[in-house]
C-alpha cells in the first residue's frame, strides 16, 4: 500500500515547513503500518493554474497526478493564512479536479476506493474551516474521508510562536490526534481493498 503526502506550505524547499513537520507524526505511523509513504513539496514545481491533468509544456502537474494514482492514501497538508487554506493548496485541488472526469477500467472515478486526510498548522485558528474546504473538495473528486482523518496544531488567538518553535503547547493533542488519523486512513484503505466501490449508480 502507498500513500502521497502533499505539502502545500508557501516555503519553498529547503526552508522548515511546520506543516511537513506535523505531517511527519502521520507518515510515521502510516509507515509502521508497512505504507510505503512519499511526500512532494507543491511550491516547489511549476504546477501551472487550470483544471486539466496536463497544462502543456513545462507542467509540472502530471508527474504528481501519476503519484495520486499509484497511492490508495492521500494526506494534504496545509498551513492556515487567513483563515482560508493556503493558495497552493487551492491550486492542488484545482488541477484534482480533472480526476473527477477520469474513469479506470471499471468506469469509476479514479478517485474512488482511496482514502484521504487533512493537516493543518497555523499560529491562528481557522483550522476547522481549512479542513472543511480541503475534505470537501475531495469527497467531491471521489476520495473516500474517514472519521477524524484529520489533525491540525495551532497557537490560539493573535500572532506567535510557529509549531516548529513551541515544543510543548498542543503537541501531545495533535500528535495524538495525527496517529488516529493513520489508524483510520490506513483503516478503511484496507477495507476498500478488500470490497472495493463500484461503478456511479
Known amino acids: 500500500m502507498k500513500a502521497l ?5 508557501l516555503k519553498p524547499s529547503p526552508e ?3 506543516t511537513e513537520a506535523l505531517a511527519e507524526v502521520v507518515t510515521a505511523r502510516l509507515s509502521g503500518y508497512g505504507v510505503q509513504v512519499s511526500s512532494v513539496r507543491a511550491v516547489d514545481l511549476d504546477i501551472a493554474p487550470g483544471v486539466v491533468t496536463d497544462a502543456g509544456d513545462g507542467d509540472e502537474w502530471p508527474g504528481v497526478h501519476d503519484r495520486l494514482l499509484e497511492s490508495e492514501i492521500l494526506v494534504v497538508a496545509s498551513p492556515t493564512w487567513l483563515g482560508r487554506p493556503s493558495s497552493v493548496a487551492q491550486r492542488v485541488l484545482e488541477r484534482m479536479d ?5 474513469t479506470d477500467d471499471e468506469e469509476r472515478p479514479v478517485a474512488y476506493n482511496r482514502v484521504a486526510g487533512v493537516v493543518v498548522t497555523g ?6 474551516h481549512v479542513i472543511s474546504e480541503i475534505s470537501g ?7 473516500t474521508i474517514p472519521g ?6 495551532h497557537l ?3 500572532p506567535g510562536p510557529d509549531y516548529l518553535d513551541e515544543e510543548e503547547k498542543g503537541r ?7 496517529r488516529t488519523m493513520a489508524d483510520n486512513l490506513h483503516g478503511v484503505a484496507r477495507a476498500l481493498t478488500s470490497h472495493p466501490l463500484g461503478p456511479p449508480g
Open 5 to 9: 503526502v502533499i505539502n502545500c506550505t
Open 16 to 18: 522548515p515547513s511546520n
Open 98 to 102: 480533472a480526476m473527477m472526469t477520469e
Open 123 to 128: 499560529n491562528e485558528d481557522g483550522a476547522h
Open 137 to 143: 473538495a475531495l469527497a467531491d473528486i471521489g476520495y
Open 148 to 153: 477524524q482523518a484529520w489533525t491540525y496544531w
Open 156 to 158: 490560539g488567538p493573535g
Open 172 to 178: 501531545d493533542w495533535a500528535h495524538s490526534t495525527g
